[in-house]
C-alpha cells in the first residue's frame, strides 16, 4: 500500500482520497478557521454566561430588597413567623409605600408588576398579590433555605426567590414567594445570542476567506517553484526560480532549488559532454581504421604498402584498445562504490619504482628525473592506485616536456600532512584551463590529434583515484614553463 | 576536380587523400579550421569536405565563412557527431551534405559526385562530339571505342570536358588537376595536352581540344565553332 502511493507521487499524481487532496493554503485556511471557531465560541459562551449571570444578579439583589421591604411592610419576621394570620394584605401594604402614579402603572399593566405569594409548608396558597390574578406562582419544596430561580407562569417568564418562613422553633411553616419578570433581560439575553449565532457562522467563514487569501499569497512563490519544476526537462535545465522579495523560508527554499539545479544542469552538461566525447573519441579510429581498409582493397598494391597500411591499422587499433581499458576503468571507478585498500606504506619506495618505469620513455626524450626524498614518509594509501596516479602524472610529465629538461619529484613534510610534489619545464597548462585537465577527455590542446598519444583520460583516473583515497591533489602551472602536480597526503599517514 | 579536406584527423586525411586521389581527384589537407578558411578561400576547389569538430575554427564557422564571401563550392560535412540536431545544425550552416563517421568510402564518392553533378545533368557521364567519359568508372569511349587514360589526362579531360564551350586558362587547370603541391610550372599542361590529342586523335575523335593562344585551352561541341 505504501508502495503504490510512493509510486503514484513519483509519477507526479497524488492521490485522489482524503486530506491529500486539499492545497496547502484550503489546509492552512481550514486549521485556522477551525482553532479560531474553537476559540471564538468558549469566548462567546463565557461572554454569554457572564452577561446572563450579571443580569441574575442584578434581579436577584432587587428581588432580596423587594422581599425585606415586602417583610418589614407586612409585619413578617422570617426566623420569627407567627402565622399567616398576622399577615396583612401584601400587595396594599407594598402598593401603599409605592409612590402613587408608579402603583396606578402597575396596575394597568400586571405583567410588569412584582408577584407576591404566600405559601403553607404542603404549597397551599395561604395569600397572595393581585397582580397574579388567578396565576399561581410555581413553589418547589426540594429548596431548602432561600432559592433563586427562573419559573414559568402564564406564559410569563419570571424571576423568582422563594424564602422559608420559620417559626420561633425553626419549623418550617410556609414560604414567600417573589418573582419579577423576566422580559426586558430576556430580550436582552436572547438579542445576545441571537448575535453570536448569527455573527459566529459570518466570522469563521470570512475568517476562512481571509487566510485563504492570505495564505495564498505568502505560499504564491511556491506556485512559481511548481510552474519553473513543471517546465524542466533533462534536456531543459537552464530554467531558475525566481527568487521571492522577502528573505524568509520561500527565498531560501527557492535559492537551494536553484543551487540545486545549477548542479544538476552541470552533471547534466558533463555527462553529455562525455557521451559526445566518447562516442567522437572512439569513431574516429573506426572511421580511420574503415577508410584505410576500404581503401586499400579497392586496388591490387604492392606487398610493401599492404604492409604500412597494416601497420598503421595496427597502431591506431592498439590506441584505441587503450583508450576502451581506460574507460572500463574509469567506469568502474565510478560505478561501483570501490573501497581503497588503505595501508601505510613508504612513499619512496613506490615513487622509485615508477620511476623505474618510466624511465625508458624519459630516457628516449633525453629527459633527467631527479628525486629528493623526505625521511621515512610513510602514507595511507592504496599500492596498487598510488602507483597509477604517480605513473599517470609522471608520463604526463615526460610526454610534455620538451627534449633534454627536467622533471623534479620532490617529497616534504609540512606540519600536518606529507607533500609530493612532481614538476616539470614542459609545455605548461593555460590558466584558464587548469581546472578542465581533470576532465574526461580533456586536452588542452584542441586538436583531437594523436601526435602526443594522449587520449584525454589519464587525469580523470587520477583524480578519481585520488579522491578515493582522500589524497589532495592540486595544480599548478605557468605556461610554456613548466607545470607542477602536488600530492597531498593526509595527515593519518604521518608517521614520525 | 581538385578538393580541400579539412581534417585533424591525420589517420582519416590520410586515407581519404590515398582514396581519393585514385580516384583521380587533386586533394589537398588542412589540418585546422583557420588554415582550411584561408586555403578554401584563396584556392578555387571544386568541393570542400569539412570535419566538424576541428582546431582553431570549427567546421561550422568555415562553412559559415565560406558561405558569407559568396562562395558557392559545394560542401560536404564528415563528422562523428549523429543526433538529428547536429545533422539539421550543420546543414543549415550551408553544408550541402552530411556524411557520419564511420562511413563507407564507396558513399563518400558516390555523394562526391552528386555534388558534382551539373543541374540539368541526369547521369554522371559527361561528353563532346563521340566522346563520352564515365567519372565512376574513369571510362572515356570515342563512340563505342575505349580510350586508355592515364590518371592524370582522365583528370584533364574530365576538367576541359565539364568546362566544355568555356575557355580554360593555364592556371585554372593547374588549379583544379593538380595539388598545391605542384609547383607553378604550367609547362607540364602542354605536355598532357599533347598527349591526350595524339590518343583522342588515334581513336578517331579529332581534334577537339583547341588552344587559345597564350590564354589556355578549350574544348568545343563541334558545330558550335
Known amino acids: 500500500m505504501k508502495k503504490k502511493t510512493q509510486n503514484a ?50 434581579f436577584d439583589d432587587e428581588i432580596k430588597s423587594e422581599i425585606s421591604e415586602i417583610l418589614a411592610d407586612s409585619n413578617i419576621s422570617i426566623h420569627n413567623f407567627q402565622g399567616f394570620a398576622k399577615i396583612r394584605d401584601i400587595d396594599d401594604a407594598h402598593n401603599d409605600n409605592d409612590h402613587d402614579d408608579k402603583s396606578q402603572k402597575k396596575k394597568k399593566f400586571p405583567v410588569d408588576t412584582d408577584f407576591i405569594q404566600l405559601v403553607n409548608s404542603t404549597g397551599e396558597v395561604m395569600n397572595k398579590s393581585a397582580s397574579l390574578s388567578w396565576c399561581v406562582l410555581a413553589f418547589n419544596p426540594t429548596h431548602s433555605g432561600t432559592a433563586y430561580f427562573n419559573s414559568n407562569f402564564g406564559g410569563t417568564m419570571v424571576r423568582q426567590a422563594q424564602v422559608p418562613l420559620t417559626n420561633q422553633q425553626g419549623v418550617t411553616e410556609g414560604y414567600l414567594l417573589v418573582a419579577m419578570p423576566l422580559k426586558n433581560a430576556l430580550i436582552v439575553l436572547h438579542d445576545l445570542q441571537k448575535i453570536f449565532f448569527f455573527s459566529f457562522p459570518v466570522i469563521i467563514l470570512t475568517l476562512f476567506i481571509l487566510t485563504r487569501l492570505i495564505a495564498g499569497k505568502s505560499i504564491q512563490p511556491i506556485e512559481k517553484v511548481i510552474a519553473t519544476a513543471e517546465k524542466m526537462s533533462q534536456e531543459n535545465l537552464d530554467q531558475r526560480i525566481p527568487l521571492p522579495y522577502h528573505h524568509d523560508e520561500l527565498y531560501r527554499l527557492s535559492a537551494t532549488m536553484n543551487a540545486l539545479l545549477d548542479r544538476l544542469e552541470d552533471a547534466f552538461m558533463r555527462e553529455k559532454n562525455f557521451t559526445a566525447d566518447a562516442s567522437h573519441e572512439l569513431k574516429t579510429p573506426i572511421a580511420v581504421l574503415k577508410g584505410t581498409l576500404e581503401v586499400l582493397i579497392r586496388k591490387p598494391r604492392e606487398r610493401e604498402q599492404y604492409e604500412t597500411k597494416i601497420q598503421f591499422c595496427l597502431t591506431e587499433l592498439n590506441r584505441m584498445g587503450r583508450m576502451i581499458d581506460q574507460l572500463l576503468l574509469l567506469a568502474r571507478y565510478e560505478s561501483i562504490k570501490i573501497k581503497p585498500h588503505i595501508e601505510t606504506i613508504a612513499l619512496s619506495r613506490h615513487l622509485d619504482t615508477v620511476i623505474d618505469r618510466v624511465r625508458p620513455a624519459a630516457l628516449t626524450k633525453d629527459i633527467s628525473l631527479t628525486v629528493d626524498h623526505a625521511e621515512n614518509a610513510m602514507v595511507a594509501a592504496d599500492p596498487g592506485m598510488l602507483d597509477m596516479i604517480l605513473e599517470n602524472i609522471l608520463s604526463n610529465a615526460i610526454k610534455y616536456s620538451p627534449s633534454g629538461s627536467l622533471i623534479a619529484i620532490v617529497t616534504e613534510r609540512t606540519t600536518n600532512a606529507i607533500v609530493c610534489r612532481i614538476s616539470d619545464q614542459g609545455i605548461g597548462i593555460p590558466q584558464e584551463k587548469l581546472q578542465a585537465v581533470f576532465d574526461r577527455f580533456y586536452r588542452v590542446d584542441e586538436s583531437r590529434n594523436s601526435s602526443t598519444g594522449g587520449l584525454g583520460l589519464g587525469l580523470s583516473i587520477v583524480k578519481k583515484l585520488a579522491d578515493l583515497q582522500q589524497i589532495k591533489i592540486s595544480l599548478e602551472s605557468k605556461e610554456k614553463s613548466g607545470t607542477s602536480f602536488s600530492l597531498t597526503f593526509p595527515v593519518r599517514g604521518f608517521n614520525s | 576536380m581538385r578538393l580541400l579536406i579539412i581534417e585533424d584527423e591525420p589517420g582519416i586525411a590520410g586515407f581519404l587523400k590515398d582514396g581519393l586521389e585514385e580516384e583521380y581527384f587533386a586533394v589537398d589537407i588542412a589540418y585546422d579550421g583557420k588554415t582550411g578558411l584561408d586555403m578554401a578561400l584563396i584556392n578555387e576547389y571544386d568541393l570542400l569536405i569539412i570535419d566538424w569538430m576541428i582546431p582553431a575554427l570549427s567546421g561550422i564557422e568555415v562553412c559559415r565563412q565560406v558561405r558569407k564571401a559568396g562562395n558557392p563550392v559545394p560542401i560536404l560535412f564528415l563528422t562523428a557527431k549523429d543526433t538529428l540536431e547536429d545533422v539539421v545544425f550543420g546543414l543549415d550552416a550551408g553544408a550541402n551534405d552530411y556524411i557520419k563517421k564511420p562511413f563507407e568510402f564507396e558513399e563518400l564518392l558516390a555523394r562526391i559526385r552528386v555534388q558534382l553533378r551539373n543541374k540539368n545533368q541526369n547521369d554522371d557521364s559527361l561528353s563532346a562530339g563521340i566522346l563520352t567519359i564515365n567519372p565512376v568508372t574513369h571510362q572515356v569511349f570515342c563512340g563505342s571505342n575505349e580510350i586508355t587514360l592515364t590518371p592524370k589526362e582522365f583528370a584533364l579531360l574530365e576538367y576541359l570536358i565539364r568546362n566544355k564551350d568555356r575557355v580554360c586558362t593555364r592556371s585554372r587547370i593547374i588549379e583544379h588537376v593538380w595539388d598545391i603541391h605542384f609547383d607553378s610550372d604550367t609547362s607540364v599542361i602542354d605536355v598532357y595536352i599533347t598527349f591526350l590529342r595524339r590518343k583522342l586523335e588515334a581513336a578517331g575523335a579529332g581534334n577537339i581540344i583547341q588552344t587559345i593562344r597564350g590564354v589556355g585551352y578549350i574544348v568545343r561541341e563541334p558545330g558550335v565553332s
Request: glycine share 4%; net charge positive; no cysteine.
Open chain 1, 9 to 58: 507521487l513519483l509519477k507526479g499524481q497524488p492521490p485522489t482520497k482524503g486530506w491529500s487532496v486539499m492545497s496547502l493554503r484550503n489546509r492552512i485556511a481550514f486549521y485556522y478557521t477551525i482553532a479560531t471557531a474553537f476559540l471564538i465560541a468558549i469566548v462567546f459562551t463565557t461572554i454569554y454566561f457572564m452577561v446572563e449571570k450579571v443580569v441574575y444578579k442584578q
